[in-house]
């Protein structure tokens, strides 16, 4: 949920072994279900130097669960094992965001905020079934150029492409169906229970383990929440006006941002109906190869730009600087530098049939059938774009089926600890507000001034591990939320002034 783009073409772990060390399970008590081998292993963040010491293995499910005789996949899963002798029998499970991030990759970005809890407990990651290295349902890979450029003539074809070249059936890649999985995982391992810790879309996965497997639960985290009655896709256009209007107003009533960028939101407005009446071509250099990259630049890439640069507090400071040169100058190419480094770490991190299979299965049916673009106003960034992007593809992916109480909000006296960022763009506090009212035992946090995903966000981490090792959050004190806020406005592309 991380992010949820639009798939459309335009919004839309490597082992290194020390030797193959049998690794047994470390929970506390008998276990009388199959050993999952667990052998050394590097856990690695494509694009990144990011890496992790881990033990690996595969674990082999059906792929369509009601014929267990049929089609097997294997789903790799990794264990950050504890780091001290005295390990808890209770591991910190990580459900990744998207849909279609690999927990064994999303892992690496979060990892420095859980280093007290990896002290005495274990880190289980599974990559979900359809992501990673567990059967990834990727499209065809296409030039980053034109995965940012929205051609819909095009996008029932492209669609129709993709499905024709995965291996797998996207109608058994459902959040349920994965959830059974995580729990086949976990009894192999021999855990008794678990602490759940979701992120984004992961918030949902976690919702729906805790529906179907109660007893295995001791503790749950939710950062960026998701009501299990929300259709992902269906409000966020309008989360990202709202966010976008209370960033760009705050510029305008702070003297120095004001002076530097006068009226941004007209003149992001301004800009809005330039790119509808004539989009432009821009050159800049690729974001990995250096090379010169054209592409056109309409209000639906200028929509995914400022979209991308909503997810957190820094990228937010620097909106005003490039809406400003923007719309005064004419010239995009910063803009759209900043949105290709972006998109293409996105792009590289998401297994596109994977969350298509979540979205058309689970999400689709609940879309209105008549898009309202009125009611969101001219202005509306990306108006019904989304929408539009999923009656198209949605029309041709093949749905599993999900349960008839899928959107019914879960109900659980087990201990949640709620997380939200004050200015997230997709996934605002009051979404986690909705969530909270069906735990009886829970706690809500907004870290202010931030965007999506808090965890590794000032003292969140610390909050989250005495949450975790207390089973509880009766003793948190939260008051070091106070030190937080938003970022200081960019006045040129070096940083804020000092």
């Not at 985290?221 to 107003?249: C, F």
């Not at 089926?401 to 997380?419: E, N, R, T």
Request: net charge negative; with cysteine.
């Amino acid at each position: 949920m991380s992010v949820a783009v639009i798939r459309t073409p335009g919004l839309v772990l490597a082992v290194c072994c020390l030797g193959l060390l049998l690794q047994p399970a470390r929970a506390q008590g008998a276990n009388k279900n199959p050993v999952l081998e667990m052998n050394t292993c590097q856990l690695s963040l494509p694009g990144t130097s990011l890496t992790a010491a881990a033990e690996c293995g595969w674990f082999e499910v059906a792929e369509n669960p009601s014929r267990p005789e049929g089609r097997k996949i294997k789903l790799r899963v990794a264990r950050v094992p504890a780091l001290e002798r005295h390990v808890e029998p209770d591991p910190l499970i990580l459900f990744a965001g998207g849909p279609g991030q690999a927990a064994s990759e999303a892992w690496l970005m979060v990892a420095p905020a859980f280093r007290k809890v990896n002290k005495n407990r274990d880190i289980l990651l599974i990559d979900q079934r359809g992501t990673g290295q567990s059967n990834a349902l990727r499209c065809p890979q296409m030039e980053l150029a034109e995965s940012l450029a929205v051609d819909w003539d095009q996008l029932d074809e492209t669609t129709r492409e993709c499905l024709e070249e995965l291996a797998g059936d996207p109608r058994y890649y459902t959040t349920t169906i994965a959830m059974q999985d995580y729990d086949l995982v976990r009894a192999a391992l021999g855990y008794e229970r678990l602490n759940l810790f979701g992120v984004s879309y992961g918030t949902r996965a976690a919702q729906v383990y805790l529906r179907l497997f109660p007893d295995r639960v001791r503790a749950m985290v939710l950062d960026s929440a998701t009501p299990q009655e929300l259709a992902l896709g269906t409000e966020h256009a309008l989360k990202l006006d709202q966010v976008l209007h209370r960033v760009l107003s705050a510029c305008e009533k702070d003297t120095t941002c004001n002076g530097a960028y006068p009226n941004v939101t007209q003149s992001l407005d301004a800009l809005i109906q330039a790119l509808d009446e004539l989009p432009v071509e821009v050159t800049v250099d690729h974001p990995l190869t250096g090379q010169p990259l054209t592409l056109t630049f309409d209000r639906e890439v200028l929509a995914s730009a400022i979209r991308f640069l909503t997810y957190s507090a820094e990228t937010q400071a620097l909106l005003p600087l490039l809406i400003h040169e923007a719309a005064t100058t004419g010239h995009f190419q910063r803009l759209a530098s900043q949105m290709l480094i972006m998109a293409g770490s996105l792009t590289d991190s998401i297994s596109q049939g994977m969350e298509l299979s979540v979205i058309c299965s689970e999400d689709f049916p609940q879309f209105p059938e008549h898009d309202d673009s009125e009611n969101l106003g001219s202005t509306s960034l990306m108006g019904d774009s989304m929408l539009k992007a999923s009656r198209i593809q949605c029309g041709i992916w093949p749905r599993g089926d999900i349960p008839f109480d899928f959107h019914a909000p879960v109900v659980s006296d087990k201990p949640v600890l709620l997380l939200s960022g004050e200015l997230d763009p997709v996934t605002p506090p009051e979404y986690a507000d909705r969530v909270k009212a069906h735990f009886s035992n829970s706690l809500h946090l907004v870290a202010p001034g931030q965007g999506h995903s808090v965890s590794g966000r000032g003292c969140m981490g610390q909050l989250i591990t005495e949450f975790i090792i207390a089973g509880g959050s009766s003793k948190l004190d939260s008051g070091c939320l106070a030190q937080m806020q938003t970022s200081p406005w960019f006045m040129s592309l070096t940083g804020p002034n000092p």
